[in-house]
């Protein structure tokens, strides 16, 4: 099939690729000129493990283009665009749709294949999908053609991006009526191979298919926040939420994971999607059907709060001119990605405090350092905690959870570490001297 991809970050590169390694031609279409460069160029423009590699073969096998100016000729071919902008957090927490509404424009204003398919992927607030089929049906009406709009919502996770678009879970697609239609079976030959795996395909109404996406992230958030609000349960008391979670993640209509808990959750869709859901449902006149999400949000900010505030205690209520080591930048691990992330923040938070701090991450530093060119990022963890009065594990990377507490003991100045998720040994952490401190894990 011929397809484009309008919008070429996370979702959309990934798309794209993935796209073209399924066969299709694919235009993958982006305003970043520098972006657009980066990805003909092979080079990918975050970290994600598996995607260059399929970058590469999409560039090489020829089927794989991008460009920030796509020729009216080149999308007139087009049997399937597919729409995988962002839609950031804008006002009171509600999505920013400006980029999805100039990507439909962008279709439209190039005349496109009279028959072509739209697919959205981009996550947005339930109503927006019924909006741009009624666009396109006032541009079928004043041109001939027959565009058709069909809602496809996206579930993957970053550090899992490829195997997820290939090989994802359940793979839904909202129509108009929620019945089947012409567009829905381009789409299925789009997604011909991934269907003949097995893997099932939910038909939706369109208002559905977009409630399905914001549903399952809020369910996700949800659970984290439950796990964390025990754990703040077991500060109180002295339990062990790591072993709560074992223990109810035994019941099979629980289930271990997502039961995580530490400092919580950060990235680029949980705290957005829950604030967005929320600011739809009141825009809907049900506030009240999801006000549970504002606690879910509290709940998880207060984390980053407990994080701070163990260190100040644990550093004898003072941590001006201490050196504290923060071992993690990014969101969470096999990422580069630092929105909103749990551990950026504490480190901020504890260096506007006067702290001297030091952070590490073994992907994220170029963004770090851009973003944040107050604080202090070193290559490792061993120059990380070099004379650390505080070790402070924000991010569970495989390599910060292999540490050795007796060869850490060694370097750091004193030997005290919170464990932000939860991932160390607080027994062999102990018995190398450690005061150790877990997230509701005393
Ligand atoms: C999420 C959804 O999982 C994905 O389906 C959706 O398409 C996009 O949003 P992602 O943002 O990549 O994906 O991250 P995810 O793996 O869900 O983790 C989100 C955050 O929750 C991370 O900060 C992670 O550290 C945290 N987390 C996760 C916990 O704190 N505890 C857990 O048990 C699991």
Redesign the pocket.
């Known amino acids: 099939m011929k397809i484009s991809v309008i919008g070429c970050g996370y979702?959309g590169a990934v798309h794209a690729a993935c796209m073209a390694y399924l066969g299709h031609d694919v235009l993958g279409i982006d305003v970043d000129q520098q972006k657009v460069d980066n990805l003909n160029a092979g080079k990918a423009p975050f970290y994600e493990p598996g995607f260059p590699e399929k970058l590469s073969a999409g560039l090489d096998s020829g089927k794989l283009i991008f460009t920030t100016t796509p020729q009216a000729e080149a999308l007139k071919d087009i049997e399937v665009h597919f729409i995988a902008v962002g839609t950031p957090q804008g006002e009171n927490g509600a999505a920013n749709l400006t980029y999805l509404w100039e990507a439909v424009e962008l279709i439209l204003d190039n005349q496109p294949n009279p028959k072509a398919v739209i697919v959205g992927k981009s996550?947005v607030p339930v109503g927006t999908a019924q909006q741009i089929s009624a666009r396109l049906e006032t541009y079928n009406a004043e041109n001939g053609t027959e565009l058709s709009l069909i809602w496809n919502?996206?579930?993957?996770?970053?550090?899992?991006?490829v195997e997820?678009t290939l090989h994802p879970d359940r793979i839904v697609y909202g129509t108009e009526t929620g019945e089947e239609n012409w567009a829905q079976q381009q789409l299925d030959k789009v997604y011909e191979i991934p269907l003949g795996e097995g893997i099932e395909r939910i038909l939706a109404d369109y208002a559905t298919a977009e409630l399905v996406?914001t549903a399952?992230?809020s369910f996700?958030?949800m659970?984290?926040s439950f796990?964390?609000a025990m754990a703040e349960l077991c500060e109180a008391t002295g339990g062990n939420v790591t072993t709560l979670?074992q223990a109810i993640g035994k019941d099979k209509r629980i289930g271990h994971?997502?039961?995580?808990?530490?400092?919580?959750?950060?990235?680029?869709?949980?705290p957005k999607?829950i604030r967005a859901f929320g600011a739809r449902a009141k825009e809907l006149g049900v506030p009240e059907a999801v006000s549970f999400l504002t606690d879910i949000d509290a709940i998880?900010k207060r984390?980053r709060d407990r994080a701070i505030n163990l260190s100040v205690q644990m550093l004898d209520g003072d941590v001006k001119n201490k050196k504290i080591a923060i071992l993690g930048a990014a969101?969470?691990?096999n990422?580069d990605?630092i929105r909103?992330?749990?551990a950026l923040e504490v480190a901020v938070r504890l260096q506007d405090m006067g702290a001297e701090v030091v952070i590490t991450d073994p992907q994220a530093l170029p963004l770090v350092a851009a973003a944040y060119p107050q604080l202090s990022l070193v290559e490792n963890w061993e120059a990380a905690v070099q004379d650390a009065e505080l070790v402070v594990l924000g991010?569970?990377w495989d390599v910060f959870k292999q540490l050795d507490p007796v060869a850490v003991a060694g370097i750091v100045s004193t030997r005290k570490v919170i464990d932000g998720?939860n991932v160390l040994s607080p027994q062999d952490w102990k018995n190398a001297g450690w005061e150790y401190h877990g997230m509701g894990r005393s």
Request: net charge neutral; aromatic share 10%; with cysteine.
């Open positions: 979702l996550t919502p996206e579930f993957l996770r970053e550090g899992f991006a997820d996406k399952a992230n996700l958030a659970k984290i796990i964390n979670a994971r997502f039961l995580g808990a530490g400092l919580g959750f950060g990235g680029g869709c949980l999607d998880n984390r969101f969470k691990p990422s990605d909103d992330s749990p991010t569970e998720r």
